[in-house]
């Protein structure tokens, strides 16, 4: 791994525990600046590099301070906004689960410096048509109304409203849906009408929503880190023993030793649980996939790779065509969280292939560029993500 993906680790790891990090020589600062802009932690990088004068004004402080100030411009913004919509929900009487990023902010040492792109609301379904008539009366606009998450934006903000908040199974060894189905019993009342939940349940959620990722194209460092401020903030707090029996029992106690063995590694944060070790080239790999990736692992990768990862095909073009009509016309089963319809009446699923095509007609370009790559992708570069896959425990 070369130095400057090694510095940006150190400062988040100087960040998360709030200790200063050593200053170094020959640093190549654009670098630094393009993984943390894809990793969207820049202005987290602009305050360590300020409070530990890393960097002079000539090496371009100003241009990480200013992305850190507009973290923070940007942040009150929008939690002033994000407040005042949960007070119009309470209004209507319309209960909703805070959870992911707009909680976890408020773990970190300076929560203004978590930065995301969405935030995210859980309703129940029967308040779909309240909720969605809300938004509009506020002046949202519809990004997405697909069944599971309906999509709204507004100027600086964008908000996710879910009614469920696990639409795939991330891997074949357990019912990931169904587990996360219950997710209402394991909330806790912070307000009249709003909930949040348990912190043992979410940290299950968050552990499976980087899995999620993995599984689509991949996670980046913030994601990390989220982990490693939940878990100083909560210590103690949490029944562990519990959080260790539920992942054992949807299969992801492998990929949290994984996961947890990278908060140790990175950010010096030790895991509240035990773990079985890890090999040291497959965390070394491991921290190169993440890095590389970005934010959410779009980064100079191919959706149709990621197709490919999950496929069992030797590489061969018959089973690449195979590949590509299930993407083209998935079975009822994969898709019935989405198109609710389906559910007990597969014979539906005509109907539901022709709805997704006109749902997704405007990323026709964005299709077609995959179906070219599934039947194209380097079969190596497959291959070493179905290892990589296998090896952190999915």
């Known amino acids: 791994m070369d130095k400057e993906k090694q510095y940006l680790i150190d400062i988040l790891k100087a960040f998360i525990n709030q200790e200063p990090v050593e200053r170094q020589d020959n640093i190549d600062w654009m670098k630094i600046k393009y993984l943390a802009d894809i990793h969207s932690v820049t202005g987290i990088v602009g305050y360590v590099a300020k409070q530990s004068q890393l960097l002079s004004q000539e090496q371009g402080l100003p241009l990480f301070w200013n992305a850190c100030m507009s973290s923070i411009y940007l942040f009150t913004q929008r939690a002033e906004r ?41 309703i129940h379904l029967e308040d779909r048509p309240r909720s969605h008539e809300l938004m509009l009366q506020n002046g949202y606009q519809v990004k997405s109304d697909w069944e599971a998450v309906f999509s709204y934006y507004k100027d600086i903000e964008y908000y996710e409203i879910h009614s469920d908040i696990m639409e795939i199974d991330v891997t074949d060894k357990a019912d990931y849906r169904g587990f996360f189905q219950h997710m209402w019993e394991h909330t806790v009342r912070v307000d ?71 908060v140790k590694n990175w950010f010096g944060v030790d895991s509240p649980m035990e773990l079985h070790p890890v090999p040291d080239d497959v965390m070394e790999t491991f921290l190169d996939f993440t890095l590389d990736g970005g934010v959410f692992g779009h980064v100079n990768r191919e959706s149709g790779v990621n197709v490919l990862k999950h496929a069992e095909s030797d590489g061969k073009s018959a089973s690449r065509v195979k590949v590509l009509l299930k993407r083209l016309f998935p079975p009822a ?28 007609r405007g990323e026709i370009s964005q299709h077609t560029h995959e179906a070219n790559v599934i039947l194209s992708a380097d079969t190596d570069e497959v291959q070493r993500l179905k290892k990589l896959n296998e090896a952190i425990g999915l």
């Open 333 to 360: 089963a994969e898709i019935e969280s989405r198109y609710t319809y389906l559910q007990n009446k597969h014979w539906l699923l005509p109907v539901a292939w022709i709805h997704r095509v006109v749902k997704t």
């Open 82 to 122: 994000m407040r005042d919509l949960s007070r119009k929900m309470q209004e209507a009487q319309i209960d909703h689960i805070l959870f992911k990023g707009y909680v976890v902010k408020d773990y970190y040492p300076v929560p203004e410096l978590r930065s995301y792109g969405d935030i995210d609301l859980v």
């Open 192 to 262: 009249d009408y709003v909930w949040e939940f348990t912190p043992e349940f979410h940290f299950i959620y968050l552990l499976t929503h980087i899995a999620k990722h993995i599984y689509s194209s991949g996670a980046g460092v913030r994601m990390y880190l989220d982990l490693a401020a939940f878990i100083l903030h909560f210590e103690n707090q949490i029944d562990w023993n519990w959080v260790r029996t539920e992942l054992e029992t949807i299969q992801l106690y492998d990929f949290c030793c994984v996961v947890l063995t990278a």
